[in-house]
């Protein structure tokens, strides 16, 4: 493939380095010159050049970008759960990136993106081709940022993540635990995909660009089994004891009733390591013990 028999090695930009782009970033670093960008740029995963700016800063991306980068991932999550937080995260860094490259002509750039940006409420299958009219302004702050992306001028590709979950990301399998969620039957339908496999599409995907083989400008990226709340909870408190829910427990979804099709992805090639929640769950119940 172009990505290890090219004698130049590609350059990677990883905009934002935290926990998902620092593992994509890691993944990349053997076989292309991988950048990764954040406040602190000494944070970055070993075998990857630190680059310490701040995106919501035009001033602090002059002069310090790789020359000439390849591919552009830009991967910022918020720094407050706000409508400020995710305009200045979503749009605001995005648009400073874009004048800080200048005439700087990418294969691809790699925006990452939430399923949050489908507003459905229906239990409605939502794929590439659904429309995506979110009723939050977080939401809709991170739809402006995907059409800021697909109207750059460079190729760019949205990935649209569900709930990321995994080892270090335990917030659910620990708030069932504590018994904090006691979803009604039948709950909303949910929609995940484990932190390695998220870090493995956007993987594939850059693998793809760097040996010039066709992308999509969208993708959904979520595990092959859409479930109920309930379902997920019920199960989870069938592999490990849990305490028994408590009074204010929470009893509904956060983010409506849709099901996340990932047709698109797999008809790449992208093959899942966890195809679905149990194949994810059971692993990190067996890492409790």
């Known amino acids: 493939m172009a990505i290890t028999e090219s004698n130049q090695r590609p ?14 970033a890691r993944r990349l670093a053997g076989r292309a010159d991988v950048f990764g960008l954040r406040r602190h740029g000494s944070q970055v995963p070993e ?16 002069g310090v970008l ?7 991932i830009y991967c910022l999550t918020p720094s407050s759960y706000d409508e400020t937080g995710y305009r200045a995260a979503y749009v605001t860094g995005l648009s400073n990136l874009l004048t800080a490259l200048g005439d700087a002509r990418l294969k691809r750039l790699f925006f990452i993106s939430s399923t ?7 239990d409605s299958w939502v794929d590439e081709d659904s429309p995506a009219e979110p009723g939050r302004r977080s939401g809709q702050c991170i739809r402006e940022g995907e059409e800021t992306a697909l109207n750059s001028g460079h190729p760019a590709t ?3 993540f569900s709930g990321i979950y995994g080892p270090s990301r335990r917030r659910f399998l ?14 909303p339908f949910t929609n995940r995909i484990h932190e390695t496999d998220a870090a493995r599409v956007v993987e594939h995907l850059v693998e793809r660009t760097l040996s010039d083989e066709p992308l999509a400008p969208l993708y959904v990226a979520s595990d092959s089994e859409p479930a109920r709340l309930d379902t997920v909870v019920n199960w989870i408190r069938e592999q490990v004891p849990c305490q028994n829910p408590k009074p204010d427990a929470r ?3 956060r983010a409506g009733s849709k099901r996340c099709s990932n047709r698109g992805l797999l008809q790449t090639g992208f093959e899942f390591r966890y195809p679905d929640f149990r194949a994810g769950y059971r ?6 013990n």
């Open 251 to 253: 009893t509904g979804g």
């Open 47 to 62: 075998g990857v050049t630190g680059v310490s700016a701040d995106l919501t800063d035009l001033a602090t991306l002059r």
């Open 11 to 24: 350059r990677v930009l990883l905009a934002g380095c935290g926990k998902l782009g620092g593992e994509i």
């Open 116 to 122: 949050s940006v489908y507003g459905q409420d229906d």
């Open 174 to 187: 620990d708030e069932v635990l504590k018994g904090g969620i006691n979803p009604e039957s039948p709950a």
């Open 283 to 288: 692993e990190m119940i067996e890492m409790l």
């Open 158 to 160: 949205i990935v649209r």
């Open 66 to 72: 790789p020359p000439e980068p390849d591919i552009v």
